[in-house]
């Protein structure tokens, strides 16, 4: 086991009687005598030293340095030939404690058992859970400071307090997180604690699985009691308990690979997503590589994924997916990128949605939405293809049923016959809210001309375009017709169009507010 300077510290206690700590990294594997050259290279060496090498104070004689890299520490009240004993032994105490952990955490029965001998390095109670926050071993019972309120709600309802996982948490560069990742870290102290808590997410595989943390008690976290944290963490992300298949379906990721599949919210799920203040309305997104897609690159987006917050990520289909409120989905995406690289992804964003037994469907959004990417990188939003994807869909439906509006079959028929364009007319006028001067405008004709128009069209289908179904069945109707054109392209513009002047020949009127004339000019 690589140690650091704190945990020598830490074990030589009373004897210690100065120190500086800069680095304070676990990379030491052995000790040495002091040597100015050597130390400047070397990290994994703690040198010792003679004060009386240095000096000539006479109270320095049987004082030593242990040195590595920016640290040292200074300690009285052993012989070299003791001293060197002692750090053997210390060497000895964690090499064993590592040994026994690892051994533990190869089986899936001794989770309590590994938290205990855990709990010889680490004063402070510890406790570890699932990704559901099922608390699975807890330390601690009986020692000073266990009437932390927090320590009492995991003992008596094997639970990790909500507030402990939902508290703000802010990292040592001022980055904002929703939830712990793979570095052990102290956090914030909640109501009902002194001190603040030894948080490490153990990730698997790209997806949270459990916890470790120190919480409680009369001690303030030591930077020695992160680092064991650490090492515990790490030994138990690759030991037997939380690899196993058992422990998978209780992990974030499974439940959200669970409701993409459309199996129901169970109640672990329902409870990840209760202890982080998951609420409505949600959003989905799909990555897709646009070189690799793969369960190495996949679980390396998903690791990221929960660094910069998110809230469900997993791999489905050997592609990354998303689900996070709609407030915080499109910024996690974004920070994604960023670090990843926003040239090599194509992303899939859904509509917003509010039941999460919907989540099938809006992860088909997505999918939709990516291809709509053809191949290039950037943010695809299915909101911006929606229509469009719902006529195709309604499309298709139509082709077989032919559910369009009939006035419109019966307005082709006509301009066919009459050498008139009633048909785009209808179209122009109902697209355009039916303004009078914007239609005319787009229809390259007069007003007075427009209404005439729409005179006749009343006279030769029944329709009424005071109605809003109407209208938007009309609409709709013209929307899934794939010919929608001028029917008639002998249309001239900037004169009394085909239209109206078949009809004047026959009537002797253009509309009853007065003759049609070019546009530009006044009517009579």
Same mark, same amino acid.
């Given at each position: 086991?690589? $140690?650091?300077?704190?945990?020598?510290?830490?074990? $030589?206690?009373?004897?210690?009687?100065?120190?500086? #700590?800069?680095?304070?990294?676990?990379?030491?594997?052995?000790?040495?005598?002091?040597?100015?050259?050597? $130390?400047?290279?070397?990290?994994?060496?703690?040198?010792?030293?003679?004060?009386?090498?240095?000096?000539?104070?006479?109270?320095?004689?049987?004082?030593?340095?242990?040195?590595?890299?920016?640290?040292?520490?200074?300690?009285?009240?052993?012989?070299?030939?003791?001293?060197?004993?002692?750090?053997?032994?210390?060497?000895? $105490?964690?090499?064993?404690?590592?040994? %026994?952990?690892?051994?533990?955490?190869?089986?899936?029965?001794?989770?309590?058992?590994?938290?205990?001998?855990?709990?010889?390095?680490?004063?402070?109670?510890?406790?570890?859970?699932?990704?559901? &926050?099922?608390?699975?071993?807890?330390?601690?019972?009986?020692?000073?400071?266990?009437? &932390?309120?927090?320590?009492?709600?995991?003992?008596?309802?094997?639970?990790?307090?909500?507030?402990?996982?939902?508290?703000?948490?802010?990292?040592?560069?001022?980055?904002?997180?929703?939830?712990?990742?793979?570095?052990?870290?102290?956090?914030?102290? #909640?109501?009902?604690?002194?001190?603040?808590?030894?948080?490490?997410?153990?990730?698997?595989?790209?997806?949270?699985?459990?916890?470790?943390?120190?919480?409680?008690?009369?001690?303030?976290?030591?930077?020695? &009691?992160?680092?064991?944290?650490?090492?515990?963490?790490?030994?138990?992300? &690759?030991?037997?308990?939380?690899?196993?298949?058992?422990?998978?379906?209780?992990?974030?990721?499974? *439940?959200?690979?669970?409701?993409?599949?459309?199996?129901?919210?169970?109640?672990?799920?329902?409870?990840? /997503?209760?202890?982080?203040?998951?609420?409505?309305?949600?959003?989905?997104?799909?990555?897709?590589?646009?070189?690799?897609?793969?369960?190495?690159?996949?679980?390396?987006?998903?690791?990221?994924?929960?660094?910069?917050?998110?809230?469900?990520?997993?791999?489905?289909?050997?592609?990354?997916?998303?689900?996070?409120?709609?407030?915080?989905?499109?910024?996690?995406?974004?920070?994604?990128?960023?670090?990843?690289?926003?040239?090599?992804?194509?992303?899939?964003?859904?509509?917003?949605?509010?039941?999460?037994?919907?989540?099938?469907?809006?992860?088909?959004?997505?999918?939709?939405?990516?291809?709509?990417?053809?191949?290039?990188?950037?943010? *695809?939003?299915?909101?911006?293809?929606?229509?469009?994807?719902?006529?195709?869909?309604?499309?298709?439906?139509?082709?077989?049923?032919?559910?369009?509006?009939?006035?419109?079959?019966?307005?082709?028929?006509?301009?066919?016959?009459?050498?008139?364009?009633?048909?785009?007319?209808?179209?122009?006028?109902?697209?355009?809210?039916?303004?009078?001067?914007?239609?005319?405008?787009?229809?390259?004709?007069? %007003?007075?001309?427009?209404?005439?128009?729409?005179?006749?069209?009343?006279?030769?289908?029944?329709?009424?375009?005071?109605?809003?179904?109407?209208?938007?069945?009309?609409?709709? +109707?013209?929307?899934?017709?794939?010919?929608?054109?001028?029917?008639?392209?002998?249309?001239?513009?900037?004169?009394?169009?085909?239209?109206?002047?078949?009809?004047?020949?026959? /009537?002797? +009127?253009?509309?009853?507010?007065?003759?049609?004339?070019?546009?530009?000019?006044?009517?009579?």
């Amino acid at each position: 086991m690589q $140690l650091s300077s704190w945990m020598f510290k830490k074990q $030589l206690g009373n004897h210690v009687t100065s120190w500086s #700590i800069e680095d304070g990294q676990p990379t030491i594997t052995g000790i040495r005598l002091f040597d100015p050259a050597e $130390l400047a290279a070397s990290e994994n060496y703690l040198y010792i030293g003679r004060m009386a090498d240095v000096v000539t104070d006479a109270r320095f004689e049987a004082t030593f340095m242990l040195l590595n890299r920016r640290d040292w520490i200074q300690v009285t009240g052993f012989g070299f030939d003791e001293l060197v004993n002692r750090l053997l032994s210390i060497f000895e $105490l964690y090499n064993s404690w590592e040994a %026994r952990l690892h051994a533990l955490a190869a089986r899936t029965d001794a989770l309590q058992e590994l938290a205990d001998v855990s709990h010889e390095m680490i004063a402070r109670p510890l406790f570890i859970s699932d990704a559901g &926050d099922t608390v699975l071993a807890v330390t601690g019972e009986g020692d000073p400071g266990t009437d &932390d309120e927090n320590w009492r709600y995991m003992a008596e309802n094997r639970e990790v307090d909500p507030r402990i996982l939902s508290y703000p948490i802010v990292t040592e560069d001022g980055r904002q997180m929703s939830y712990w990742d793979e570095t052990a870290r102290v956090y914030p102290a #909640i109501p009902g604690s002194t001190f603040g808590t030894i948080g490490v997410a153990v990730i698997v595989d790209g997806e949270i699985r459990g916890v470790v943390a120190s919480t409680g008690g009369l001690q303030e976290p030591g930077p020695e &009691d992160i680092q064991h944290v650490q090492t515990i963490a790490d030994i138990l992300r &690759d030991g037997a308990y939380f690899r196993s298949p058992e422990i998978r379906q209780h992990s974030i990721s499974q *439940f959200l690979e669970t409701l993409i599949e459309g199996g129901e919210a169970s109640e672990t799920g329902e409870r990840l /997503t209760a202890a982080r203040n998951f609420k409505p309305p949600w959003q989905v997104a799909v990555f897709r590589g646009l070189f690799r897609n793969d369960i190495s690159q996949g679980a390396a987006l998903v690791r990221l994924a929960f660094t910069t917050g998110c809230e469900l990520a997993c791999i489905h289909d050997d592609l990354v997916v998303l689900l996070d409120t709609s407030a915080a989905l499109i910024a996690h995406v974004e920070a994604m990128l960023e670090d990843a690289g926003a040239d090599k992804y194509t992303v899939g964003v859904s509509l917003p949605f509010s039941k999460i037994d919907a989540t099938p469907a809006f992860h088909e959004q997505a999918l939709f939405a990516i291809g709509q990417g053809n191949g290039q990188a950037g943010i *695809f939003h299915c909101a911006d293809f929606a229509y469009q994807r719902l006529l195709a869909l309604t499309r298709g439906h139509n082709d077989a049923l032919r559910l369009t509006h009939p006035a419109l079959g019966t307005l082709k028929a006509y301009d066919a016959e009459h050498e008139t364009d009633f048909y785009h007319t209808l179209h122009i006028y109902l697209r355009d809210e039916r303004s009078l001067v914007k239609a005319a405008a787009d229809l390259f004709i007069h %007003r007075n001309s427009l209404m005439y128009r729409i005179k006749r069209i009343g006279e030769i289908v029944d329709v009424d375009l005071d109605d809003a179904g109407g209208r938007a069945y009309l609409l709709l +109707s013209y929307e899934l017709e794939d010919d929608e054109r001028p029917a008639n392209p002998s249309v001239v513009a900037g004169g009394v169009d085909a239209s109206t002047a078949a009809d004047i020949s026959s /009537t002797g +009127s253009a509309a009853s507010g007065g003759t049609a004339v070019p546009e530009g000019l006044p009517p009579k």
